[in-house]
């Protein structure tokens, strides 16, 4: 389904899937997993490198000389971008949303040791965001080059649908029956590619995203909106009545995007301490501790398998200076 879409290999490899033993007995909950896309060789990883390789893979196949991206100044897909371009050699231009005078740490600290060329567009929102890096590309086409900006989420989103498979064989090499897949309910590119590729291969998986970013309603509609892009981009209807096995949890969300919880906290220090799995504070620890409150109240009843996505954002534990 997915072979008419160029695509360059940074994953490396299907990345691990774990049982998460002493987790386990913390909660009593006997069959909690971990799939491990912070463990890939490109910079760190994350989620985002699923993306890029199809981003990056139109762009090589557009004939582009150079890679354009915007983002907070704490971005992974920023970083990880800038990672891409130093890995396959084609120039990076990264756009932050940021103070000129503001210093560089963590990930965008990384994404300047990578080579990227950086502009600081000041403290703009998403929106304007969006419109400067539009103007960027124009710019850069004005004066000859073969810019390709990167973050569709549509295209995006098919990295998940392969990991969806992926997992899908990982588990059954395993003799896993996996019932519940627990990913960040944020932006919705990873959340929609693994539910698309879970609902085509018809796998019985009960999604629950733990928001991170939005509310119900807002974290509803985008994924309805890049499932519907989706199906068109790749030529097949999403099952009727799949929908209703994904579930949106708001009970992590706190005062919101990138404010940590105490029991975000809490999940960090546990999680730490009992698998040795280091949990940045702006998506992994609060999707972590949803994962806890889940096998406590027994949403995830403790006779069926459960799969958390660790989508990684290693590098922004070193500017998050919370104590546990």
């Not at 004005?142 to 990295?159: K, N, S, T």
């Amino acid at each position: 389904m997915l072979s008419a879409f160029p695509r360059i290999d940074l994953v490396g490899g299907p990345t691990a899937l774990e049982p998460m033993h002493r987790i386990s007995h913390v909660t009593g909950h006997p069959q909690l997993w971990i799939k491990r896309d912070d463990c890939m060789p490109l910079a760190f990883g994350g989620n985002k490198v699923r993306s890029l390789e199809f981003w990056i893979g139109e762009a090589l196949a557009r004939n582009s000389d150079v890679l354009v991206v915007a983002g907070a100044l704490p971005s992974n897909q920023c970083r990880l971008a800038a990672a891409a371009a130093a890995k396959i050699g084609i120039d990076m231009l990264v756009l932050y949303a940021g103070d000129a005078s503001a210093p560089l740490r963590g990930n965008a600290l990384l994404t300047k040791r990578l080579g990227a060329d950086i502009q600081m567009l000041g403290p703009v929102g998403e929106e304007e965001r969006g419109r400067l890096a539009r103007r960027t590309i124009a710019e850069l086409e004005a004066a000859g080059r073969r810019p390709y900006l990167i973050g569709d989420p549509v295209l995006g989103a098919l990295g998940y649908v392969r990991a969806a498979q992926e997992l899908s064989e990982q588990a059954q090499a395993l003799n896993l029956d996996l019932r519940h897949i627990v990913l960040p309910g944020s932006m919705g590119v990873t959340e929609a590619g693994m539910i698309f590729g879970a609902a085509i291969l018809e796998l019985p998986w009960t999604f629950h995203l733990v928001s991170v970013e939005y509310d119900a309603p807002t974290l509803r509609r985008r994924l309805d909106d890049i499932l519907g892009d989706l199906a068109g981009l790749v030529g097949r209807a999403l099952p009727s009545g799949y929908l209703d096995r994904v579930r949106i949890d708001l009970g992590q969300l706190g005062e919101g995007y990138g404010t940590p919880t105490p029991a975000s906290l809490q999940a960090a220090a546990l999680f730490a301490r009992h698998e040795a799995l280091m949990l940045e504070q702006t998506y992994v620890a609060k999707t972590f501790a949803g994962l806890l409150k889940l096998a406590e109240e027994h949403i995830i009843p403790p006779n069926e398998a459960a799969c958390i996505l660790h989508t990684g954002g290693t590098p922004a534990i070193f500017e998050q200076n919370y104590s546990d």
